[in-house]
């Protein structure tokens, strides 16, 4: 990435600059990606409980598409900020972007950035197209949250439970329980901060990575018998992948969040280094995610395909058939350079 590997000083002084600067009566309107996972919904109402103690009265948050928060993620703190897209304010003095690499991840909510007063953007993506106004985009760090985080203490927010709970959660969903690349000593000393308030980790992992409705336990088992091994694939390093229809999704009635964590399932496969899941969102249309165990740059393949992400993990919208889809991972993979590269962060 060309430029600054992360925000400099002026970066967040401006940021502070425009928080500090809101009208008493503002209108601040938080907003993250499509689909929302632990960090992008965990480092906005983080931050959206943190502006409360600032004494920010007039504050949204919400995202695009359905709103449906995913069950494992309903007892995070703060939600009572949420509404749903088709209710938020059409401006604001401040809107506030979290955890989305580009426009593209904001669907209907985009031109509240068009329309608002100032437009900061909050994220950790390698592959930021760097859209709004201010931007605090930092690749090297493990999580967004790790990026609110900063912004907090900038402001003088002390932490308190409620915003160390939803920080935590994002920072261990990105960091997958502390396992991937990223997990640096400044991403458990801020972990042992937010423990510090009070937080039981847990009942929290229990929660978010351990409960399961047993329609999705027999759901994972028909995808995972389908899962494919091509030790040929990414110039020998082997892919493996697999796919999920909403065929099978209403078969076992579930909802399309409980597909997100079969990703683990399959990465671990030994023989691949590049791992692959391609879920159904519409007729011909598919939500894939991708990772790499270092060896891979897949957020190269993501972004060629028109999404984006990490080195490690990436994702993107496929159309077609899951063949078509599947074929397209291929050729991006077989461009992709074949010397060894240096291994770089994990994480989504």
């Known amino acids: 990435m060309d430029g600054p590997v992360g925000p400099t000083p002026d970066d967040w002084a401006t940021a502070v600059a425009a928080i500090q600067g809101l009208p008493a009566d503002g209108r601040v309107l938080l907003i993250c990606h499509v689909n929302p996972d632990g960090d992008a919904l965990g480092s906005m109402l983080g931050f959206g409980l943190g502006l409360c103690r600032l004494g920010v009265t007039r504050m949204q948050a919400t995202f695009p598409g359905r709103f449906e928060v995913p069950e494992p993620l309903r007892g995070m703190p703060g939600q009572e900020l949420l509404v749903p897209a088709e209710q938020a304010w059409p401006e604001a003095d401040l809107v506030v972007c979290f955890d989305a690499a580009s426009e ?29 106004g201010i931007h605090l985009v930092d690749p090297t760090a493990a999580a967004t949250s790790v990026v609110a985080e900063g912004l907090l ?112 399932s399959v990465r671990c496969t030994a023989e691949a280094d590049v791992s692959c899941v391609v879920k159904q969102v519409a007729e011909r249309e598919w939500a894939v995610s991708m990772r790499s165990k270092g060896d891979t740059d897949v957020s190269r393949v993501a972004v060629a395909l028109g999404g984006g992400g990490h080195r490690s993990a990436a994702g993107f919208t496929g159309r077609g058939s899951v063949d078509d889809v599947v074929a397209a991972i291929r050729g991006e993979l077989d461009r992709l350079p074949t010397g060894v590269e240096i291994r770089g962060n994990s994480g989504a």
Request: with cysteine.
């Open 153 to 264: 203490a900038r402001l003088g927010v002390p932490l308190d439970e409620r915003i160390a709970e939803c920080l935590y959660i994002a920072l261990t969903t990105d960091t997958g329980s502390f396992r991937f690349d990223m997990t640096t000593p400044a991403v458990h000393e801020l972990a042992a901060r937010l423990l510090s308030t009070g937080l039981r980790p847990g009942e929290i992992s229990r929660r978010v990575f351990d409960t399961r409705p047993f329609g999705a336990v027999r759901l994972y088992g028909d995808v995972l018998a389908r899962t494919r091994l091509e030790p040929a694939a990414a110039a020998g390093r082997g892919l493996v992948w697999t796919y999920a229809t909403l065929a099978d999704l209403e078969r076992h009635e579930q909802r399309p969040y409980v597909l997100e964590p079969l990703i683990d």
């Open 104 to 132: 593209s991840r904001l669907g209907e909510l985009l031109d509240r950035l068009d329309r608002s007063g100032t437009a900061l953007v909050l994220d950790h993506h390698a592959s930021n197209t760097r859209f709004g």
